[in-house]
C-alpha cells in the first residue's frame, strides 16, 4: 500500500502504478481488469465502459477535465476482439492523462480505482466518513475495525503530514483520531484470507493497539499475536477481554510487549505486566492446550471462560483469588482431581461436553452454586452423591448423560440431596411436588431402614436388658487354686 502522498499526482510514476491488463465477456458485457499496484501490494478493479463514462462526467463537471479525453462510445463492432484490444489500450491511455490533468487526486477517481479498500489515505478518510455517520447515529463509544483500517490509521499517524486542515469532519484525519482514542468498546476482526481482489492478507500487517487510550472493553478475533504491539494501553484500562481463534498459548498474549520475561511457575513479574482491571476474560475458540502461571496476571479476573479449546488439565487457577464464574465446556478433560485446591471460591463451573466419568473431585466446592456437566459421560447415581454435602449447589445440569437413562432418574437425583432436594434444580427445572413426595417416602425409609440396624444388639445384650440371670462365672484354667471365703465364726462353731 503506498505510503506517499497518493492525493497529490505528481508526487506518484502512474506509469508503474496503472495497468489495464485484460478484458472479458461476462453476461452479455465487456469488462476492462485494472490493475493498481504500490511497492509489493496491489489490487484489481473490473469496470465497464459504462462506469468509464460515469467517471469521466463527474471529472468534467467537478475538475473541467477535457470532454474529449475519453475514447467515444461505439455501437457496432463492440465485441471484436481487435477493437476490444485497441479500447483496452486507450482506456489505459485515458487514466493516465486523467491522472497527469489533476492537481488533487479527487474521491470519485479513489472510488473508481478502489483507493478506499486499499491505499491508507483513502482508508482513514472513507474511515472518517463511516465514523461521521456513527456518532451522527449516537454510536459514539463503540466501534468494530479491520486490520487494514488499524494499519492505516497508525501509517497514516507516522507520516509528517498533518493531521488537521479540514473543516469537515468526514474527511479531518485528527477528528478521526481522537474519536479512535476516546472509544470505550473495541471490536478487531482479522482474516488470513486475501483482502477483496488484492494480495494483502490483513493478518499479515502490524497490529499496534497503542492507539487506543480509553478502551473498557477489547475483543480480538482471528488474528496472529505475532503482528499485536502497544498492549500498554490496553492492559491499564480494558476491563473486558474478549479473544477468539486467536491463541494457542495465554503467555503469548499476556505476556506480550514484556521482554525477558517467560511463564516461568515462580516468576514474579513487575506490576506494569498485570491487567489489572479485568474482571471477565473470555478465551473460547481458540487451541489452548495448557493453563500456564502467566495466568496470573489476571489477577482480578471474575469470570473466565476458556471454551471450546484444547485442555486436558486444569492448572494455576489457584492464582485468581477473586474467580467467581469458570467455563471450561467443549474441552478434554477426563478427570477432576482435588479441584477444590485449584479454584478456591467458584461459585459457577460450566463443564459440559468433555469427557468426564466421575465427580468425585467436586466433592470438597462447598462454595459452588451452579454446575453444568451435561453431555459427559457420567453413568452411575453413586456419582451423583459426591454432590451432597455442597451446601450452596441450587443448580445441576446432568443432561445427555447415560444416567439419565436410569429408572426414575430425577427422584433419584433429588433423594441425594435428602433434605435439600426442592432447593436442587436440575436440568433446570425445580423438583415438581409429586417428585419431592417420592424423596421424601424414599428418605423416610431410608431412615426406618438406619434405625432398625440400630436397634439390632448382640444377643448377650438383649438378655441382660430382659433381666435374664447372668451365666455363671468361668471355671478357673487347671493349675491355679481358687479362693474361697473365710468361715465365720459362727459356722466354724456349728
Same mark, same amino acid.
Given at each position: ?124 478518510? $472513507? ?97 496472529? &499475536? ?22 494457542? &498459548? ?174 436442587? $434444580? ?5 423438583? &415438581? ?57 459362727? &459356722?466354724?462353731?456349728?
Amino acid at each position: 500500500m503506498a505510503v506517499a502522498d497518493i492525493r497529490r499526482p505528481e508526487n506518484i510514476n502512474i506509469s508503474q502504478v496503472l495497468r489495464i491488463n485484460s478484458f472479458s465477456l461476462e453476461d452479455g458485457h465487456i469488462f476492462y481488469y485494472i490493475q493498481v499496484t504500490f511497492g509489493q501490494y496491489y489490487w484489481q478493479c473490473k469496470r465497464r465502459y459504462s462506469e468509464f463514462k460515469t467517471l469521466h462526467d463527474k471529472m468534467i463537471s467537478d475538475h473541467r477535465v477535457d470532454s474529449d479525453l475519453l475514447p467515444a462510445k461505439y455501437i457496432f463492432g463492440v465485441k471484436n476482439e481487435a477493437f476490444l484490444k485497441k479500447r483496452q489500450v486507450d482506456l489505459e491511455v485515458y487514466l493516465l492523462r486523467l491522472w497527469h490533468h489533476l492537481r488533487q487526486f479527487p474521491s470519485a477517481l479513489a472510488e473508481f480505482l478502489d483507493f478506499h479498500l486499499y491505499e491508507i489515505h483513502f482508508v482513514t478518510e $472513507n474511515l472518517c466518513k463511516l465514523l461521521q455517520r456513527v456518532e451522527q447515529e449516537g454510536g459514539r463509544d463503540s466501534f468494530s475495525f479491520t486490520p487494514i483500517q488499524i494499519y492505516a490509521i497508525n501509517k497514516r499517524r507516522q507520516l509528517p503530514e498533518p493531521t488537521f486542515g479540514s473543516s469537515d469532519k468526514g474527511r479531518d484525519f485528527g477528528h478521526l483520531l481522537d474519536f479512535v482514542h476516546r472509544l470505550k468498546t473495541v471490536k478487531i476482526v482479522g482474516s488470513e484470507s486475501l483482502l477483496g481482489t488484492s494480495n494483502i492478507v490483513e493478518n499479515q500487517l502490524p497490529l499496534d493497539l497503542m492507539i487506543f487510550k480509553s478502551a473498557e472493553h477489547l475483543t480480538l478475533d482471528q488474528l496472529r &499475536t505475532t503482528e499485536l504491539s502497544g498492549l500498554e494501553n490496553v492492559r491499564a484500562t480494558v476491563r473486558v477481554l474478549r479473544i477468539h481463534r486467536t491463541l494457542q &498459548t495465554l503467555s503469548v498474549l499476556l505476556l506480550r510487549d514484556a521482554d525477558g520475561w517467560f511463564a516461568q511457575d515462580d516468576a514474579e513479574y513487575p506490576r506494569c505486566l498485570y491487567w489489572q482491571k479485568i474482571v471477565v476474560a473470555d478465551f473460547s475458540s481458540n487451541r489452548i492446550e495448557v493453563l500456564e502461571p502467566s495466568l496470573k496476571l489476571l489477577n482480578n479476573v471474575e469470570h473466565l471462560d476458556l471454551s471450546s479449546n484444547q485442555l486436558r488439565s486444569l492448572d494455576h487457577l489457584n492464582r485468581l483469588h477473586n474467580l467467581q464464574k469458570l467455563c471450561l465446556s467443549k474441552n478434554y478433560l477426563a478427570e477432576l482431581e482435588d479441584l477444590h485446591a485449584k479454584l478456591g471460591n467458584v461459585q459457577e463451573i460450566n463443564l459440559s461436553h468433555n469427557q468426564l466419568q466421575t465427580l468425585k473431585g467436586l466433592a470438597k466446592m462447598y462454595s459452588l452454586e451452579s454446575l453444568d456437566i451435561s453431555d459427559n459421560e457420567i453413568s452411575g447415581v453413586a456419582e451423583v452423591q459426591h454432590l451432597r454435602k455442597l451446601p450452596c449447589l441450587a443448580k445441576l445440569n446432568l443432561t445427555s448423560n447415560p444416567i439419565t437413562l436410569v429408572v426414575d432418574y430425577r427422584i433419584k437425583i433429588l433423594a441425594c440431596f435428602e433434605a435439600r432436594a426442592n432447593e436442587v $434444580n436440575l436440568d433446570g427445572s425445580p423438583g &415438581t411436588a409429586q417428585e419431592i413426595s417420592h424423596v421424601n417416602i424414599l428418605m423416610a425409609l431410608k431412615k426406618s431402614q438406619t434405625s432398625a440396624i440400630h436397634l439390632r444388639k448382640r444377643p448377650s445384650d438383649v438378655n441382660v436388658t430382659m433381666g435374664s440371670p447372668r451365666s455363671s462365672p468361668a471355671s478357673p484354667a487347671p493349675g491355679h487354686a481358687v479362693l474361697q471365703p473365710t468361715p465365720s465364726s459362727s &459356722t466354724a462353731a456349728t
